[in-house]
């Protein structure tokens, strides 16, 4: 099957509560929502790349930086229901929802994913990295099992698998805030309740294995950093800033 037209869509809603403002916050240099968006762009997997926001200061921002932007409603309650407003307005095969917190993400971190839409059985697809020592137990780090074939069994704040016999297993899959739709499975997504295993864990994802609609897991390298708190925000400056000191050496 044809991939068709890719559009990617950076849902950046600026009224955040634990972290006010923060896809304006500037990083290294930048405001966070740019970083994300050069790091698509640079992947070179998708047509086009807009932010997606209900916030005439952030599409001001976006605008004096050459970023394109389409409006949303602010009754959006997820960044998924922002991609589907954003897919009545633009038209594509499959749409890529973008974390706006996620300043880390690199172009690499994007083919994995898309390149699962040349199977004709994948309507939803996501990553997941190698997740770091630190985060095995952490609760914001999401873990996420598979099949064999790739398809996603759970997605858990717990550390999943749980290691029963003590082994020291270490193979834990840390899940990125990228997903791709198909076209008609997000149409689909957005005519779904909320479902009862999303709520308990707070993660979106699991409204669509609750209602046996399958997501594929691409394998990529490299953490990213999901900005939360003002530690985060730091530590992606501090991450972000030694890069480009790096570059600029001689």
Not at 191 to 217: D, F, H, K, W
Request: charged residues 25%; contains cysteine; negative net charge.
């Amino acid at each position: 099957m044809s991939r068709g037209k890719i559009l990617g869509v950076i849902p950046a809603r600026l009224a955040s509560t634990r972290l006010p403002r923060k896809v304006l916050r500037e990083i290294a240099g930048k405001p966070m929502v740019e970083w994300v968006w050069r790091a698509a762009v640079a992947s070179r997997q998708m047509d086009e790349v807009v932010v997606a926001t209900d916030s005439a200061e952030v599409e001001e921002a976006c605008r004096e930086r050459g970023i394109p932007v389409a409006m949303t409603s602010p009754e959006c309650a997820s960044g998924s229901d922002r991609v589907y407003e954003v897919s009545r307005q633009i038209a594509a095969e499959i749409y890529v929802n973008i974390q706006g917190d996620e300043p880390l993400l690199t172009p690499d971190h994007f083919a994995p994913m898309l390149a699962l839409f040349a199977r004709t059985e994948v309507q939803v697809s996501t990553i997941s990295v190698p997740c770091p020592a630190s985060d095995f137990a952490n609760p914001n780090a999401v873990k996420v099992v598979t099949a064999a074939d790739g398809r996603a069994l759970y997605f858990s704040r717990s550390t999943i698998p749980f290691d029963r016999d003590r082994i020291g297993f270490t193979g834990y899959r840390k899940h990125l805030g990228l997903y791709a739709y198909r076209k008609a499975a997000l149409e689909q997504f957005a005519a779904l309740a909320p479902s009862p295993l999303e709520q308990i864990e707070r993660l979106e994802q699991l409204r669509l294995l609750e209602n046996g609609i399958s997501i594929y897991v691409g394998q990529a390298e490299g953490d990213s950093i999901g900005v939360d708190t003002e530690d985060d925000l730091q530590r992606a400056n501090e991450i972000l800033g030694a890069i480009l000191r790096g570059r600029q050496q001689p």
